[in-house]
């Protein structure tokens, strides 16, 4: 965790030297800015000082700061400034949650008691969550989200805060980063743990069930309807209702959900009856909502109200220095998986994992991991040894080892179904599992071999 410090932003440079040296006087350490967009870099969950601004700059102005830092992290403490007296500002900034206001001309003093006031407070909440996130927690929230950079530390204590609310909220993350496992990971810390969490896939809905498969029907609600039926949304009461890639939701339908997340109630097809619902809504989005927003494809006012609380999910590559100890963790669940003896990586082959791009994310990390256990190439066909310098002799073992162990995987290891599917004899299957170091007993995912 960084040392506690004052972020002090004030467009007058005058004004702002000689705040930052009176604080100093008072043994605050103090960095200094000329713009608001600057500060919001070095803001995290994990940022542990305290930020002092003037209200009215050019560009991004004081107020708007505050609303987003506390977008970041509500509990982070902001003292705003102005030289205008402006009451009806001040009651206004108090109510959006700043920490304290302060008018021109100030004391040094003064602010500088404030500041530490500010950060005792926040060492104290940061101390709360580090006690929280390791006070008999059902889960390890490591072990599911591993690294050690600076944007999966504030991830982490980010979902730990969330996660004891019930605050609806909305993740969002380059597809295979791993959306759904900080969804499932922010249910199981809930109150709800123990309620269902219902997930559904808004891009696989049929667009002529979506609503009776969402909000349940009565009976004779339309042809085919021959008895009551419950939705979706009441089969997830008392717990989460995961809604993965928001962002496909039909348009129409999105007015209708909007209610339900104002209301909590729902109404079944062919009914007028509301029904109360009680459940947390999380959301994932792999595309910016903004601009589906703001090219008509998604409500502004459904966005608005959905991201009460907010989690980005850094992708590989802006966290590249966790990618290797992230492939070891994937390593060594897959040999568990898989019933395998631990798999040393050789050195050079960690190298190459951590030097190259993973455009699929955890996801495609994941896969090379299960290929090494599995005794393939871990490496994707684009920096395996070119196509032409390979033997045609090595690329038609290749082929047959992957029909092979797909149809093993298909019937689930049973060998006559595999060798009549393939028109070969018994001895020959032996022969050729034997030869390619295929087991029976091995489970094989989707993916995992390319016929």
């Not at 107020?63 to 987003?68: A, G, I, K, V, Y």
């Not at 530490?116 to 006070?135: G, H, K, T, Y």
């Not at 979706?232 to 939701?249: A, N, P, Q, V, W």
């Not at 595309?287 to 608005?304: C, H, M, N, Q, S």
Request: proline residues 5%.
């Amino acid at each position: 965790m960084s040392e506690p410090r004052v972020l002090l932003v004030d467009d007058e440079e005058e004004m702002r030297h000689s705040t930052a040296q009176a604080l100093g006087l008072f043994g605050l350490e103090v960095d200094t800015f000329s713009s608001a967009e600057l500060v919001l870099e070095l803001i995290g969950y994990s940022f542990s000082g305290v930020v002092v601004s003037d209200i009215r700059m050019p560009g991004m102005d004081g107020m708007t700061l505050l609303q987003r830092i506390r977008e970041v992290d509500a509990e982070i403490p902001v003292i705003l400034v102005t030289g205008h007296g402006d009451v009806q500002l001040a009651v206004k900034a108090m109510r959006e949650g700043v920490y304290d206001f302060l008018e021109k001309p100030f004391t040094a003093q003064h602010l500088a008691a404030i500041a530490r006031r500010a950060m005792d407070r926040r060492s104290l909440v940061l101390e709360n969550r580090r006690l929280r996130a390791v006070a008999g927690k059902r889960d390890d929230i490591e072990a599911r989200l591993p690294g050690r950079t600076q944007a999966m530390v504030d991830l982490r204590y980010r979902l730990r805060a969330i996660g004891a609310t019930d605050a609806d909220t909305l993740i969002i993350g380059e597809t295979g980063v791993g959306k759904e496992v900080v969804a499932r990971a922010l249910h199981d810390i809930s109150a709800r743990a123990d309620r269902p969490l219902i997930a559904i896939n808004c891009a696989a809905l049929p667009e002529n069930l979506i609503e009776s498969e969402l909000f349940g029907h009565e009976a004779g609600a339309f042809p085919g309807a021959l008895r009551p039926r419950y939705g979706k949304f009441e089969h997830g009461r008392g717990g989460t209702i995961l809604l993965d890639e928001i962002g496909s939701m039909p348009f129409d339908l999105q007015a209708k959900f909007l209610r339900v997340l104002q209301e909590r109630v729902i109404t079944r097809l062919g009914s007028n009856e509301p029904v109360p619902l009680d459940v947390r809504f999380i959301a994932t989005s792999k595309v910016d909502l903004e601009a589906e927003v703001a090219v008509g494809r998604f409500r502004a006012d459904l966005l608005y109200r959905l991201n009460v609380a907010t989690l980005h999910v850094p992708s590989l590559a802006q966290r590249k220095a966790d990618i290797p100890l992230l492939f070891l963790q994937l390593v060594r669940e897959a040999a568990a998986r898989y019933m395998r003896n631990d798999i040393e990586v050789p050195p050079e082959l960690m190298t190459e994992i951590a030097e190259r791009t993973w455009p699929g994310n955890v996801r495609e990390l994941r896969n090379a991991a299960d290929r090494l256990v599995l005794g393939l190439d871990p490496k994707p066909e684009e920096t395996s040894a070119p196509a032409e310098r390979q033997r045609l002799a090595d690329k038609v073992a290749a082929y047959e080892r992957g029909i092979i162990a797909s149809a093993l995987a298909a019937h689930g290891g049973s060998l006559r179904p595999v060798y009549e599917q393939l028109g070969i004899s018994r001895k020959t299957l032996y022969e050729k599992m034997q030869r390619y170091g295929l087991d029976k007993k091995l489970p094989v995912t989707d993916g995992d071999y390319a016929a």
